[in-house]
């Protein structure tokens, strides 16, 4: 079963770790990303980039039209996830309190859509 | 020679090889490693310069060698076993066979079937290990067949193997003790591993293997293998007339078709005639009920069914009545339920889904909400039904099925406004 797993944060988050800190939590997460690539579970990390880069697309009577957006400097918004592919959900919630962030904040844990047929 | 011919040819190949070099090394990593070498050179090589006379004999000296290089290279930290093993020509075991494998090769494969379901590995290792060493897949095939990368099932199958060999595994029959257990952890990994392949999109796009067609073939030879389990013919016999419905069970645009509303006309009448003539057999001799033989009866009573209406649901009933005792599980009696309710009507089926919620158990299950839908909308109350199918596409994590549910809502509110709810 595969879940997505999402830390959600913004810049005044960001900016509130001290330089050390933010150290450690780069170590800690390396370190999460190898165990669970090593299980053969962890499928992929990804960090989202700057919100200021991110671009909204609309497309309107066939014609896309780019913005930039959508400003989410307050809010906060997806910075990283992580795909993951386990046995059962129990086994996704315990991958998924080893992430560093959840002991800071939370972590969300989303089951992924899939095609095969459940066995019973 | 076309792909697939050689397919044909050196995957029933793959566990005689490998079994003959365990029997030699022992060592199950290592070993099956040079299988795939061996049979990676084969998939290059017979295609330019011709399949050999001997195409077992080729396989068996190609992975020894790839065996003894691979220790040779090792010999700092295994010098004794290496010394042990230089010292046996592979010629030795590779002259018996003229043509075909040794006898034994029939033990050889059960043997190996039973190596990579053990118990020490979770279910998805066991399937993904005897894909590949029992089924002869690569781990990029294997990889594709369960949307993961390379890499990840690459370390999954090689964590598999360190897991084998710890837990002490011997490439030899279980104890008769645990025979049976072992056996039916086997019967689970191809059952799971047919589930896996029983997508409803053709997969065309991804290029995906066939899983379902590879749990059939294992089960076909473990059914060869084993002619007198009950238990291996029921499994095969319900996969034979769950296969049977295939073509008719999604739409061009791979959405769900419900069995009721199925063109029979497209059901594989072969494979049904198969699976009705295996399970009947079975059924008459068995001497212990088992829950996959009871599975194939169901389906071989749909099977048989003309149309939808002329389905035999008081002998469906029946069937579910003893599956229910010989293997009590809620998805068991939730299935019932459906009998209940077209033999007696859908309130008698709806206690059955109130009595299972309460339970608790499958309170989260959308199969739970989903049959409640249908049973709410044959009794005529369409508003209810609405509800329960969205509530049970909310709980589904399967895609066609998830569609198949929200559409299903959208549709009984239509009706509603329609007909007012009558059929």
């Known amino acids: 079963m595969k879940y997505m797993i999402i830390i959600y944060g913004n810049q005044e988050l960001w900016e509130s770790f001290s330089a050390e800190e933010f150290q450690k939590e780069i170590a800690a997460q390396d370190a999460f990303n190898r165990r669970y690539a090593e299980t053969g579970e962890l499928l992929g990390a990804y960090g989202n980039a700057d919100a200021s880069q991110t671009k909204i697309v609309r497309v309107r009577d066939g014609v896309p039209a780019v913005t930039d957006g959508p400003y989410l400097e307050t809010k906060e918004y997806m910075a990283s996830w992580y795909l993951i592919d386990v046995e059962s959900e129990e086994r996704a919630l315990e991958i998924a309190a080893e992430i560093p962030f959840a002991s800071y904040r939370q972590v969300e844990v989303w089951p992924i859509l899939h095609e095969a047929a459940d066995s019973e | 020679m076309t792909g697939q011919r050689l397919e044909d040819l050196l995957r029933p190949l793959a566990p005689q090889v490998l079994a003959a070099l365990l029997r030699r090394y022992g060592q199950f990593d290592g070993c099956e490693d040079a299988v795939q070498e061996a049979l990676l050179a084969a998939a290059v090589q017979w295609p330019r310069e011709g399949v050999p006379d001997n195409p077992y004999g080729w396989l068996v000296t190609v992975a020894t060698r790839r065996f003894t290089d691979w220790a040779r290279s090792d010999a700092a930290r295994r010098r004794r076993e290496d010394a042990e093993l230089l010292a046996t020509p592979p010629s030795m075991f590779v002259a018996a066979p003229a043509d075909h494998p040794p006898a034994g090769e029939h033990d050889d494969t059960l043997t190996l079937l ?157 494979l049904i005639a198969e699976g009705v003539e295996l399970v009947t057999a079975t059924l008459a001799r068995t001497r212990e009920l088992g829950p996959f033989q009871l599975q194939a009866a169901i389906a071989a009573v749909h099977d048989e069914a003309p149309s939808a209406d002329e389905t035999d649901w008081p002998q469906i009933l029946a069937l579910y009545e003893l599956l229910e005792r010989v293997a009590p599980n809620p998805m068991a009696t939730l299935n019932k339920a459906v009998a209940v309710a077209m033999v007696r009507g859908a309130q008698a089926g709806l206690e059955i889904v109130d009595g299972l919620e309460a339970d608790g158990r499958m309170a989260r299950h959308h199969r739970l909400h989903a049959v409640r839908a249908h049973l709410l909308e044959r009794a005529g109350r369409p508003q209810e039904a609405r509800a329960a199918f969205r509530g049970a596409a909310r709980l589904a994590t399967n895609l066609p099925e998830q569609r198949y549910l929200r559409l299903r809502a959208a549709a009984s509110g239509e009706n509603q406004g329609l007909s007012g709810g009558s059929r």
């Open chain 2, 114 to 270: 039973f190596l990579c379901c053990h118990p020490s590995l979770s279910p998805a290792s066991q399937v993904a290990l005897t894909l590949r060493a029992v089924g002869g897949l690569g781990t990029a095939e294997i990889a594709r067949a369960f949307l993961v990368p390379e890499p990840t099932m690459a370390q999954r199958i090689s964590r598999a193997k360190q897991t084998i060999r710890k837990a002490g595994a011997r490439f030899a029959p279980p104890p008769p003790g645990g025979r049976a257990d072992r056996l039916r952890a086997v019967l689970h990994v191809l059952y799971l591993m047919f589930n896996e392949g029983y997508t409803t999109s053709s997969g065309d796009a991804l290029q995906r293997p066939d899983l379902t067609a590879e749990a059939l073939r294992l089960t076909r030879l473990l059914h060869r293998l084993l002619p007198d389990e009950p238990e291996v013919a029921g499994l095969l016999a319900l996969m034979l007339l769950t296969e049977a419905r295939r073509d008719a069970r999604t739409r061009d645009d791979g959405s769900i078709v419900p069995l009721d509303e199925q063109d029979r006309g497209r059901w594989d009448r072969g």
